[in-house]
């Protein structure tokens, strides 16, 4: 099992910019693609942004387009999430999950990390 560790969260106004940062440990021989999902609490996880470690093909949420940034360091098994104009509905637990395929879906990721807090005040 891929052992994840998400990094970066924080307190920021609206407008302002994060960058969250994951590392991947353990047997990563099956690691292909990395993503963060997010998610407020009473509501559904949700997919912002991923990315295949091979050669860097992106998918990013519409709602996040423009603002958001995935990138990789495949020497450093580290996925990015450059978070630009931040909003205060961007406010979730945001989550590093790796799997062998880029997707939107959560049931492709099979392993994920603990989480890390964004809170964008207005």
């Known amino acids: 099992q891929v052992q994840l560790a998400e990094s970066g969260g924080g307190l920021v106004q609206a407008g302002a910019s994060l960058r969250l940062s994951c590392v991947a440990s353990?047997?990563?021989?099956?690691?292909?693609?990395m993503g963060w999902f997010r998610q407020v609490p009473g509501k559904e996880r949700e997919f912002v942004a991923a990315?295949?470690?091979?050669?860097?093909?992106?998918l990013h949420a519409d709602s996040v387009k423009g603002r958001f940034t995935i990138s990789r360091d495949r020497a450093k098994k580290t996925v990015y999430l450059q978070m630009n104009s931040l909003k205060p509905e961007d406010t979730a637990v945001y989550y590093c999950?790796?799997?062998?395929?880029?997707?939107?879906?959560?049931?492709?990721?099979?392993?994920w990390g603990q989480g890390t807090q964004v809170i964008v005040s207005a």
């Open positions: 353990g047997p990563t021989i099956s690691n292909h693609a």
């Open positions: 990315i295949t470690l091979s050669v860097g093909l992106t």
């Open positions: 999950v790796s799997g062998s395929r880029r997707s939107y879906l959560e049931a492709e990721y099979d392993d």
